[in-house]
């Protein structure tokens, strides 16, 4: 089976610029999760959508945003890029919204470069 | 607040020692716990987990852990490690919808 497929796997923008990110879950997975990696540090949770609808929200700026599609595919937008958006970008997907029925599957990322 | 601390950033070790990566945690609630581990070039994956019952878990690869309540802690041992070992591990604690992960313990196993 396939697994959490993520594209593109590098980006480079300019700041200021927008940048939008793509997540396939794995078939049947209903829970799209996103995590910014900053070199040297842990994942740090972004989103969390379920069935649709956000579950979760971490401690990012309003520039991040984030939607699932109908197909349970999901993106994450991110609006005037700054240096240190410079990042891993992480989705994860699980069969519901909670641990503890189902742990998480991470893809390999999106690896931002902003200049 | 929820945070997880990993007490070594980088490990070096030869083939055939004894692995332990300390970590602890704070939560509130109920501790649902996890080691992954990111191999050079690949996702993270699953190790091991921790929800209840036995406090000594054994995951994949001859990973083991053990929740000890009273330090809050869950640190990762490997009796021998191996060449293939070499990656950067994370501890985390499942809290309100999502992972707290650790910074990270880089290990590099040398021949």
């Known amino acids: 089976d396939a697994g959490v497929t993520q594209s593109p796997t590098h980006l480079i923008k300019t700041r200021g610029q927008q940048v939008t990110l793509r997540c396939s879950p794995i078939?049947?997975?209903?829970?799209v999760s996103w995590y910014q990696q900053v070199l040297g540090q842990g994942p740090q949770f972004i989103f969390q959508?379920?069935?649709?609808?956000?579950?979760g929200r971490g401690n990012f700026p309003d520039r991040f945003s984030a939607r699932q599609f109908p197909n349970y595919s999901s993106e994450l937008n991110v609006n005037a890029l700054l240096l240190g958006d410079s990042a891993l970008y992480l989705c994860?997907?699980?069969?519901?919204?909670?641990?503890?029925?189902?742990?998480?599957?991470f893809g390999n990322g999106t690896r931002l470069t902003v200049t | 607040a929820q945070s997880v601390s990993q007490h070594n950033h980088h490990v070096i070790l030869s083939e055939a020692a004894s692995l332990e990566l300390g970590c602890n945690y704070s939560?509130?609630?109920?501790?649902?716990l996890f080691w992954y581990v990111q191999y050079p070039g690949q996702h993270l994956q699953l190790l091991l987990k921790?929800?209840?019952?036995?406090?000594l878990v054994k995951g994949i690869k001859g990973f083991e852990a053990e929740f000890i309540k009273s330090k809050f802690s869950f640190n990762l041992r490997k009796p021998s490690v191996q060449w293939s070992d070499t990656a950067e591990y994370f501890c985390a604690v499942w809290g309100y919808n999502k992972l707290i992960f650790g910074a990270g313990t880089r290990l590099a196993v040398h021949p």
């Open positions: 939560y509130g609630g109920t501790v649902n």
């Open positions: 921790y929800f209840s019952g036995d406090p």
């Open positions: 959508y379920y069935e649709k609808e956000e579950r």
């Open positions: 994860a997907s699980s069969l519901g919204s909670g641990q503890t029925k189902s742990p998480l599957h």
């Open positions: 078939s049947g997975h209903k829970s």
